[in-house]
Structures are given as C-alpha cells and as structure tokens.
C-alpha cells in the first residue's frame, strides 16, 4: 500500500500567519490518465471531512483562495496564506492513485 | 445540492453483523462511484470499498475483504455495506463518499461499535 506520512503533525499557528503543512507518499502518484490524484481534507472536532484541494492543486468551490496545493513526484505540499480561527482542526492529504486508496494520519492545526 | 445520509450503525458484539446504508440526493446516483471510508480512533482514515455506477467494478481493502460486501440500488439512490464477522477493530465511524480518488462529497458518518 502507498504510505502517506505528514508533517508536521501538530502546528500550532499565530492568527493572520502563514502555515504549510507537507505530505510525502511512498510512490509516484502518476494514474493512468496522467493526473495526480492528490487531495487536501479538511476536518474540524464532531465533523466528517471536507474536501478543500483535489488533484494536487485544484481548489474547490467555496474554499477560501488563502488556501493552495502544490507538489509533484512524492512531495506535496497545502498551505495557508493567512491562518483564521476557522482553519483550526485536522489536515488529512489523501492518494487516490492506487488501490487501496490511503490517507496521511492528519495534521492538526491550533491557534497559539 | 449533495447530500449523503448514512444509517444502520450501532453496538454489536464480536461476530456480529450490520448493514450500513447511505442515501443520496443532488447529484445523478448511478452514473458515479461511490466509496467507504472509516475513521477510528488512533487508526485515521481507511478506504474500504468501492463500487462503479452500474455495480460492474467493485473492490475491497484487505482488511475487510471477505467479511464485508459493498452494493447499491440505484432505484432507491442508496448504497450499502454488509459487515459480517464484525471484530473489535472494525469499531469505527463509517462514511460513504461519492467519487473514490477525489472523495468530493462525504456524508455525516455513522458510529459502529463492536464489543468483544
């Protein structure tokens, strides 16, 4: 199974600074179709996650442009241009190359 | 708009099992994918099963293979997942999702929990 390992796994994070969390897999996440199936979750404490960033760089609709994701190869990267309160919880990156489709064990993020 | 709904958690003893279901709505049901994901406690996010709109393609992780089934009524827009021979490490929140490699919408969950 591909291994996604996250880092760091506890950020705390000063109000209007910059945050980045950083997510490594144990294979290239190239799918036949050539996209890189390569997604950012978002879960906040009593909620189910919510997809913020798809194929490594896509922002879905409704998330706020303060969020982006980069990355290639193995090395994939979201980041948070200004953290506000409302970003606080767990970060997950998650493949979706190959089966079984595998997430990283979460970033959680605070306010310091 | 999306929605997913599941249903049919609880406690069950060890060898034991349940049928989960989740009900669609907003979205075309059997022209898309649809998966499970559990979240446990200490054990993060677990991609479990799939199912292709017209039920020809299905897969399974190896944790579940063989004790869980994964189908869909597409005329009641529900999926399911038949859990047999339920273990205390299968105690969990289960969500069904739509789409498995981009997992765009998820449903609210539904705790299963197996004593042993």
């Known amino acids: 199974d591909v291994v996604m390992t996250q880092s760091p796994l506890s950020l705390p994070v000063t109000l209007g600074q910059p945050a980045s969390i950083s997510c490594r897999s144990s294979?290239?996440?190239?799918?036949?179709?050539?996209?890189?199936?390569v997604n950012w979750l978002h879960q906040r404490p009593g909620q189910s996650p919510r997809r913020l960033i798809y194929?490594?760089?896509n922002r879905d609709s409704g998330v706020p442009d303060r969020f982006s994701g980069s990355g290639s190869g193995t090395d994939f990267t979201l980041k948070i241009s200004r953290v506000e309160a409302e970003d606080v919880g767990v970060y997950y990156c998650?493949?979706?190359?190959?089966?079984?489709?595998?997430f990283g064990p979460g970033t959680k993020v605070d306010i310091k | 708009q999306v929605q997913l709904v599941e249903s049919g958690g609880g406690l069950v003893e060890a060898g034991g099992s349940l049928r989960l279901s989740c009900e669609a709505s907003?979205?075309?049901?059997?022209?898309?994918?649809m998966t499970w994901i559990r979240q446990a406690p200490g054990r993060g996010l677990e991609s479990l099963s799939y199912?292709?709109?017209?039920?020809?393609?299905?897969n399974y992780a190896d944790s579940v293979r063989g004790r869980f089934t994964i189908s869909r009524d597409n005329s009641k827009n529900s999926l399911y997942l038949q859990m047999n021979n339920l273990r205390a490490e299968d105690t969990a929140v289960y969500y069904c999702?739509?789409?498995?490699?981009?997992?765009?919408?998820w449903g609210q969950g539904t705790l299963v929990t197996v004593s042993s």
């Open positions: 194929k490594v760089s």
């Open positions: 998650m493949q979706g190359t190959h089966w079984p489709f595998t």
């Open positions: 199912i292709s709109g017209n039920s020809d393609y299905i």
């Open positions: 999702t739509r789409d498995p490699r981009l997992t765009d919408y």
């Open positions: 294979q290239t996440l190239v799918y036949d179709d050539g996209h890189i199936y």
């Open positions: 907003g979205f075309i049901f059997n022209t898309q994918y």
